[in-house]
């Protein structure tokens, strides 16, 4: 493993970070306020950032799955909220029909997902299956060309604004596991109901919803993969997923981490920048090392996946690392800064509220531990 990046890459870190900086940041505050950003995800489709590792073929952009994880993360730094629309969209709402869809599945949705004409969405969650997702209870009914699908979930990432939503649902209970199947759902289909909008203590401009099936029409044609192949298409895609969220807890750990930084030399207590005093310095350094330690790991599992390699354990291992790291950094930053910290002034408050859920979505820091532990 060479610890350089191609010249893709690295043109591919600056455009991001030219493009969140001038496109990102001056929209963060509405993001705060509620607004769902529409307009930015526009202009991100437009530069290709919305279909990053998708093939050519199928309108994307078709760059390597470092430069995806470069792009999440260069996001994150500037706004969680954008990191983890652009995540699920690409790693669970589009890369579950790349890789499990047929051709005519792949040619009607990808390319309008890889343009960002469309969003994605992954239902996986339900108000009694969350870490044990094989528990799950929707049910689809096979009726002549279609399937009936009841059920309701949970904590949807991009819910009410996606255009397509892969479904999990079980076609034979007796089966567990393997009886579930995925499903490509047009926001459109008759018995799909959007249900409650949550009020999250972060991550205020990405939507997080409530949804119902009720006596759902989707056509047969639509089943992703084989009945039965479900749980392996929400499993596999959740590990490169993983990957993502990690890359966005970096980013939100970096951003902490410089805003830290650069607050330390300036202010002066005691007659000199509190940089300089070693209850500072030692956090800032303490802060950076798990920065570095989360990035190295994060790194790993994304060459891995990138070579091909079975990568879910050090999938797990990042995010488990990455996520705490977020935790940690943000809550220090808010020392650093003292009292200002706490305010809404500085930025510091706003990383501390959206680290958190790193630790909890696409599998809490406790599911990644039996993952890791399980191929131990
Ligand atoms: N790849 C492919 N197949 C896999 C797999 C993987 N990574 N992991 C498991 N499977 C297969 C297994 O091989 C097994 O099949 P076989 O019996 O043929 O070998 C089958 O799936 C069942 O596996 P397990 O017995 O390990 O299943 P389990 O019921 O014990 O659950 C679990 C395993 C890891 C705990 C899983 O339930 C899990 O990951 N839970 C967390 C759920 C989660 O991450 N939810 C996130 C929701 S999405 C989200 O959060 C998006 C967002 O908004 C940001």
Redesign the pocket.
């Known amino acids: 493993m060479h610890l350089k990046f191609t010249e893709e890459q690295e043109m591919m870190r600056k455009m991001v970070r030219d493009f969140a900086q001038a496109e990102i940041a001056p929209y963060v505050d509405r993001m705060e306020a509620g607004e769902f950003p529409r307009e930015v995800l526009r202009k991100m489709g437009e530069l290709g950032l919305m279909g990053i590792p998708i093939p050519e073929k199928y309108g994307g952009s078709e760059m390597d799955f470092m430069s995806y994880i470069i792009a999440i993360n260069e996001i994150s730094k500037v706004s969680a909220t954008i990191g ?1 629309i652009l ?2 969209h690409t790693s ?1 709402g589009t890369n579950p029909i790349v890789y499990f869809g047929t051709e005519t599945q792949k040619q009607k949705y990808v390319p309008k997902l890889a343009s960002g004409e469309y969003l994605g969405a ?1 239902c ?2 339900e108000p009694s299956a ?6 799950l209870k929707s049910k689809a009914v096979k009726k002549g060309d279609q399937y009936i699908i009841n059920g309701s979930k949970v ?4 819910g009410g604004e996606a255009d397509v939503y892969i479904v999990f649902a079980s076609t034979n209970t007796a089966l ?3 009886g579930i199947s995925a499903f490509i759902v047009d926001k459109d289909t008759p018995g799909l109901v959007i249900g409650k909008d949550e009020h999250k203590m972060g991550l205020h401009g990405s939507r ?1 919803l409530q949804l119902s099936f009720e006596d759902m029409e989707v056509p047969s044609e639509n089943l992703l993969g084989e009945e039965g192949e479900g ?2 298409i ?3 895609n ?2 490169v ?2 990957i993502g ?1 990690a890359a966005q807890a970096l980013g939100i750990s970096e951003a902490a981490l410089e805003a830290s930084t650069r607050y330390a030399k300036e202010r002066v207590q005691f007659g000199k920048p509190i940089a300089a005093q070693q209850g500072i310095g030692f956090k800032l350094a303490d802060m950076a090392t798990a920065v570095e330690g989360a990035r190295l790991l994060i790194y790993r599992a994304a060459h891995m996946r990138q070579n091909g390699q079975k990568c ?1 354990k050090e999938a797990s291992m990042a995010k488990l690392f990455a996520s705490k790291t977020a935790v940690e950094v943000t809550t220090d930053a808010i020392q650093v800064f003292g009292g200002y910290g706490y305010t809404e002034d500085y930025p510091v408050e706003r990383y501390f509220r959206d680290a958190k ?1 790193t630790e ?5 820091s406790e ?1 990644q531990k ?2 890791i532990s ?1 191929q131990l």
């Open positions: 983890v995540s699920v669970v992954f996986l969650t969350g870490s044990d997702a094989g528990s904590f949807i990432t991009n567990g596991t393997k997080t749980f392996k929400a499993m596999s959740l590990d997923g993983r969220i879910g859920i909890i979505y696409e599998g809490t599911i039996l993952v399980k």
